[in-house]
């Protein structure tokens, strides 16, 4: 059986710490680059053009599909359309190509977005409500893409991520910025839920779903102890030993700054990872603390 994998956003926060780690378990890793520059498993790709050096597909047993522009960015017109097509473009490019050469598996990035935004609500993979904004039209598009490889034979995994953690990139590092000047507080009303995930733990479960063939369908990305942002904001000053009793960000604030992309900051629901839990998943953090213990100090 091949052993090789084609891993597209490959620089993004999820890829820089996943190819090391497939790399570790003897994996050969091969990337996309739009710079032109290729060497014996980096090739040409531009999914705007439509063009892509076919090589890459040779003997390939497992595409793992990241790329895809950032959501946490203001939604003006041409950036939806960015959001979107960056996800979607690059899998509709691949797949004729991937299913002729043989491809087995493909594991896509995917959001726990497409649930509805309620603080009451709690959603795992068995859950039918999907939510109505624009995070959640992302998902939809994007897992529609996917599920062309399912039809055409491929066995596909849909990983729907939450907040990830790593104080290098993402989320954790903006928040990180307030707590260290001595100014963290809650956003909003502190009271919607963050369902986040260590990225070590993200890492991990990449990994099974690279090695256990019997992995396929919708996983939920987090762990299972979803908390408040005010929790989540409060953990942080105290793993970093900084006062916390600064008044919430008036949610008007965040408007104010990223216009309708401040729903991602002041909505949330708690999202539960049951199949991965099912199925015998063993989190290395699944409270917060222990898991900003781990990144912060």
């Not at 960015?73 to 691949?94: C, D, F, H, N, Y």
């Not at 216009?259 to 629901?269: N, Y």
Request: proline letters at 6%.
């Amino acid at each position: 059986m091949s052993r090789t994998i084609l891993v597209t956003g490959a620089t993004g926060l999820i890829g820089r710490h996943l190819i090391p780690e497939l790399r570790r378990f003897g994996y050969t890793i091969r990337t996309l680059s739009t710079s032109g520059k290729e060497d014996d498993n980096t090739f040409y790709w531009n999914p705007e053009k439509g063009e892509i050096n076919k090589k890459v597909f040779t003997n390939i047993h497992t595409i793992i599909h990241l790329a895809g522009s950032t959501i946490a960015q203001r939604w003006t017109p041409k950036a939806r359309k960015s959001i979107i097509e960056s996800r979607v473009k690059g899998a509709q490019m691949l797949l004729q190509p991937a299913i002729e050469s043989g491809l087995k598996k493909f594991i896509t990035a995917s959001a726990i977005g497409i649930y509805p935004q309620n603080p009451d609500g709690l959603y795992d993979e068995y859950s039918m409500q999907t939510g109505s904004d624009f995070p959640a039209e992302v998902v939809k598009i994007w897992e529609a893409a996917a599920d062309e490889y399912e039809k055409n034979g491929v066995s596909v995994v849909k990983i729907r991520t939450g907040i990830v953690l790593d104080p290098e990139g993402g989320a954790l590092k903006k928040m990180l910025l307030p707590v260290k000047l001595g100014v963290g507080s809650p956003i909003g009303s502190g009271k919607q839920m963050v369902s986040w995930i260590h990225i070590r733990d993200l890492v991990n479960i990449y990994v099974q779903a690279v090695v256990k063939e019997e992995m396929k369908g919708i996983y939920n990305a987090t762990a299972p102890s979803p908390v408040t942002n005010r929790e989540l904001m409060h953990a942080i000053a105290k793993v970093l030993r900084k006062p916390f009793f600064f008044p919430p960000v008036p949610a008007f604030v965040l408007h104010l700054m990223l216009g309708e992309m401040a729903s991602i900051t002041l909505e949330g629901s708690a999202v539960i990872p049951k199949r991965l839990l099912n199925e015998g998943f063993s989190f290395e953090f699944s409270e917060i603390e222990d898991a900003l213990k781990d990144l912060l100090t």
